[in-house]
C-alpha cells in the first residue's frame, strides 16, 4: 500500500476555554485523491486542517504528511503542502504578482524560479492582467484565485482547500472547479476539499469524510455513499397544471406548484412505472430535477441523526448527574 | 531548508519589509526628518544659542547624537511593532506560518527589515544635521556599533510588542509611555552631570542613557558613562530578547490558537 498523503491518527484538540474541538480523529486521504472533508460549522473541520498546516496546535495525535511526521520534521512536511484557506490572509496592500512571489521565496524559491511558475499561475487563474495592482483592487473571486496562485507556486503535492469558493458566483465556480480537476488530474495534486457546497463535494470527489462535534461519523467513497441514499425525491414539471396530486400506485406524490410535482423514488423503484402511471392519466412531464442534491439529503441526515445521538447522551449524562 | 533557501526565505522577507515602509515613506520615512529638523531648529539653534556649551561643544553639536538615537529606536521599534501587527491583523502571518521558514528566519526577517527604517532615519536625520552643525565622528566603529545594535534590540522589543498586541492601541502604549520617556530622560538634550546625585543615580538604571552616551562618545568622544560595559550591555540584551522572542513565536504565542 502506498503512503497516505495524509494520514491522523488519534488527533485531538482541546482549546483553551475547555472546548473539546476534535476527539481522537482518524482520517486517510490516498494519494492524488479528491477528497471532502465535510461537516456543519464548529464540527472542527477548519480545526483539523489548521492542525495540518500548523496553525493550530494540537493537544495529542499524530499527522504525517507524505508520510513525514509532522512532530518530527515538520519543515520537510510543509514543502508538500498548499493551502488555501477560507478567509483572505494576504496583505491587501501588496501587488497581486509581489504576493506569489514572495510565497515562494519562504519556501526558498530563487526569483530566477519563481518568476516563470508565477506568471504561468497567475495566467492560468485569470488574474496576470491585475498582476501589477494591489491586491486589495480584486474582486472577491479574483481574491479567492489569489490564494490559489499563492498556495500552489512551490509545486505542493496536497492542496487544502477550505471552502475555496464561499462567495464566488457560478461562473467562477465552474472554472474554479475545472482548474482543480485539472491539477488533480494532470499533475496529480492531492486535493483535500471543505465547502459547504454540497453539489461541489459530490461533483468532484472520490473520497469524502462527514465530521461532526469532532468526530467522523462517515468516511467512505462519494459513490459508496450515494448508495446509502434511500430515498430521492425528483421535481416534475407538468405540460399542463392540475388541480390536486396525482395518485401514483406504489409512489409518493405531492403537488408542489399548479404544474409541478414532488415524486419521492425509494431504493429499488424505477422512474418508468411513475411515468407509465402519469401518462396514463393524461399527464406529460417536461422537466425533471432533483429536489435537493442527493449528498446534500444524506448529509443532512446523517449529522441530523448524530445531533439527535448527541442531544440524548446529553441529556443521559445530566439525569445521572442529577 | 538548506543554507541557500534559507538566505532567500530571509532575503524575501527583509525585501518585503523595506519595500512596505519605502512605499508608504510619507508615513515612516518623512515625519521623523520634519521632527528632527524643528527639534534642531527649536532646541539647537534658538534655545541653544543661549544655553551655550556642553561638554566643551555647542549644545547643537552636543544633542546631534542624542536626536540621531531617538529617531533610530523609535523607528527601529514602531516599524517591526505595526508590520508584524498588521501581518496578525490581516493573517498574512500566516504564509509565513504555513511555510517551511524556521522561527528565526522569520523573527530574523523582521527585525532586519525593523533596523533597515531605523538607520535609513538615522541617516537622513545625520544629513539633515548637517545643515545645522559641523559633524566629525570620533570613533568610526564605536558609532556604527552602538547604532546597528541599538537598533536590532528595538526592532526585537518591537517584535516581541506585535506577538503580545491584541489590538492596535497595544503597539502604541509602549513607545508612548516607556520609549519616549525614558529616551527623554537618557541624556538626549542634557548631561547627566547637571542632575543632582539623586537623579543621576536614577538616570544609571535607564538602559537608553548607555546607547545615547556610548553614541555620543563615538561621535563626540565624549561620555558620562564607561562605553566598553554599555556596549557589553547591550549586545547581552539583544541576545536574551532574540531567545524570548524566537521561545515566544516557536510556541505559537498571540499567532497559533
Given at each position: 500500500m502506498t503512503t497516505p498523503a495524509l494520514s491522523i491518527r488519534g488527533l485531538t484538540k482541546v482549546y483553551g476555554?475547555?472546548?473539546?474541538?476534535?476527539?481522537?480523529i482518524d482520517l486517510d486521504v490516498p494519494q492524488g485523491d479528491f477528497f471532502a472533508l465535510l461537516g456543519p460549522n464548529g464540527a472542527g473541520k477548519s480545526t483539523t486542517l489548521g492542525i495540518v498546516c500548523s496553525l493550530v496546535q494540537k493537544t495529542a495525535g499524530e499527522v504525517s504528511i507524505y508520510g513525514i511526521d509532522i512532530d518530527r520534521d515538520f519543515a520537510k512536511a510543509k514543502y508538500h503542502l498548499g493551502v488555501v484557506p477560507q478567509?483572505?490572509?494576504?496583505?491587501?496592500?501588496?501587488k497581486v504578482e509581489d504576493i506569489v512571489l514572495a510565497q515562494a521565496g519562504y519556501y526558498g524559491m530563487s526569483l530566477r524560479e519563481a518568476r516563470p511558475r508565477c506568471a504561468q499561475l497567475l495566467k492560468d487563474l485569470g488574474l496576470w492582467d491585475k498582476?501589477?495592482?494591489?491586491?486589495?483592487?480584486?474582486s472577491g473571486g479574483m481574491k479567492r484565485r489569489l490564494m490559489i496562485a499563492r498556495a500552489l507556486v512551490h509545486r505542493p503535492r496536497l492542496l487544502i482547500l477550505d471552502?475555496?469558493?464561499?462567495?464566488?458566483?457560478i461562473e467562477l465556480r465552474r472554472s474554479m472547479w475545472e482548474y482543480m480537476r485539472r491539477i488533480n488530474r494532470e499533475e496529480g495534486t492531492t486535493i483535500i476539499l471543505t465547502t459547504h457546497y454540497l453539489e461541489e463535494a459530490e461533483s468532484l470527489c472520490r473520497n469524502i469524510a462527514i465530521i461532526n462535534h469532532g468526530e467522523i461519523v462517515k468516511n467512505t467513497s462519494v459513490r459508496e455513499l450515494l448508495t446509502e441514499l434511500d430515498t430521492e425525491t425528483f421535481l416534475l414539471d407538468l405540460a399542463e397544471p392540475v388541480d390536486r396530486a396525482p395518485v401514483i400506485e406504489g409512489f409518493e406524490v405531492e403537488r408542489v406548484e399548479r404544474a409541478q410535482l414532488a415524486l419521492s423514488l425509494r431504493k429499488g423503484q424505477q422512474l418508468n412505472e411513475a411515468f407509465r402511471q402519469l401518462s396514463e392519466q393524461g399527464m406529460n412531464v417536461v422537466s425533471m430535477r432533483n429536489r435537493a442534491n442527493r449528498l446534500e439529503e444524506l448529509f443532512v441526515s446523517m449529522v441530523e441523526g448524530d445531533n439527535a445521538r448527541a442531544r440524548q447522551a446529553e441529556a443521559g449524562n445530566k439525569e445521572a448527574q442529577s | 531548508m538548506n543554507p541557500r533557501q534559507i538566505l532567500i526565505a530571509l532575503w524575501t522577507l527583509v525585501v518585503k519589509e523595506v519595500r512596505r515602509f519605502t512605499r508608504i515613506w510619507p508615513q515612516t520615512l518623512l515625519p521623523p526628518s520634519i521632527t528632527m529638523t524643528m527639534y534642531f531648529i527649536i532646541f539647537g539653534n534658538l534655545i541653544g544659542s543661549r544655553v551655550g556649551e556642553m561638554d566643551g561643544f555647542s549644545y547643537m553639536a552636543y544633542i546631534v547624537p542624542g536626536l540621531i538615537m531617538m529617531s533610530v529606536i523609535t523607528n527601529s521599534y514602531s516599524n517591526v511593532a505595526s508590520s508584524f501587527f498588521s501581518n496578525k491583523f490581516q493573517r498574512s502571518v500566516e504564509e509565513m506560518m504555513v511555510s517551511p521558514m524556521p522561527s528565526w528566519v522569520i523573527l530574523g526577517g523582521f527585525v532586519l527589515g525593523g533596523m533597515s527604517r531605523g538607520l535609513g532615519v538615522g541617516l537622513i536625520v545625520t544629513l539633515v544635521s548637517l545643515f545645522f552643525t559641523d559633524l566629525t565622528i570620533h570613533h568610526p566603529l564605536v558609532t556604527i556599533g552602538v547604532v546597528t545594535m541599538t537598533a536590532a534590540l528595538f526592532s526585537i522589543g518591537g517584535f516581541i510588542n506585535a506577538l503580545l498586541a491584541n489590538k492596535f492601541d497595544d503597539i502604541s502604549i509602549v513607545p508612548i509611555f516607556v520609549l519616549t520617556p525614558l529616551t527623554y530622560l537618557g541624556g538626549v538634550f542634557y548631561?547627566?552631570?547637571?542632575?543632582?546625585d539623586f537623579w543621576q543615580g536614577v538616570s544609571m538604571v535607564n538602559p537608553i542613557l548607555y546607547m545615547v552616551n556610548a553614541f555620543r562618545y563615538g561621535i563626540l568622544g565624549v561620555s558620562d558613562i564607561p562605553v566598553g560595559g554599555a556596549l557589553v550591555a547591550v549586545a547581552l540584551f539583544i541576545v536574551a530578547f532574540f531567545a524570548v522572542a524566537l521561545w515566544m513565536l516557536e510556541r505559537g504565542k498571540g499567532i497559533r490558537s
Open positions: 476555554n475547555g472546548f473539546h474541538a476534535l476527539k481522537g478567509e483572505f490572509n494576504f496583505s491587501q496592500f501588496e498582476r501589477n495592482g494591489p491586491a486589495r483592487m480584486l471552502e475555496p469558493t464561499a462567495g464566488v458566483d | 548631561s547627566i552631570d547637571m542632575l543632582p
